[in-house]
């Protein structure tokens, strides 16, 4: 299944958020075709996300700040949706599983009528 470009972004922004990369090791990263990366990387380095640095001969790419906060909002939202599936699963769950109060008083009621036979 081909992936979105936000799904694109976010992984090079996951790729970069730890450490300097040069395209190669961004497109190894990032499973992706060096001519892709780098039109991506001009989108993010256009909207501040991503900056080009020169260490001698090698050209990397670094996070901003804002693209370090871009990457944590995106990640934060990935939990909270997983948060959120979770949760309904949950409830669903308890919804089919009878509440505890009301199998301890069918047991009770039970052992009352068992008694009085």
């Not at 300097?20 to 996300?49: K, P, S, W």
Request: charged share 30%; aromatic share 8%; net charge positive.
């Amino acid at each position: 299944m081909a992936r979105s470009k936000l799904e694109l972004y976010e992984e090079i922004l996951y790729a970069l958020v730890n450490k300097h990369m040069t395209v190669d090791a961004i497109a190894y990263a990032c499973n992706m075709e060096c001519v892709a990366l780098r039109q991506r990387l001009e989108f993010l380095m256009q909207n501040g996300l991503v900056e080009e640095k020169n260490f001698g001969k090698r050209t990397c790419y670094i996070l901003t700040r804002r693209g370090l906060a871009i990457f944590k909002t995106l990640a934060l939202t990935k939990r909270l949706e997983k948060l959120q599936t979770t949760m309904k699963h949950i409830d669903e769950a308890l919804q089919a599983i009878p509440s505890l109060s009301e199998y301890s008083a069918e047991k009770a009621k039970r052992q009352k009528q068992n008694k009085n036979y």
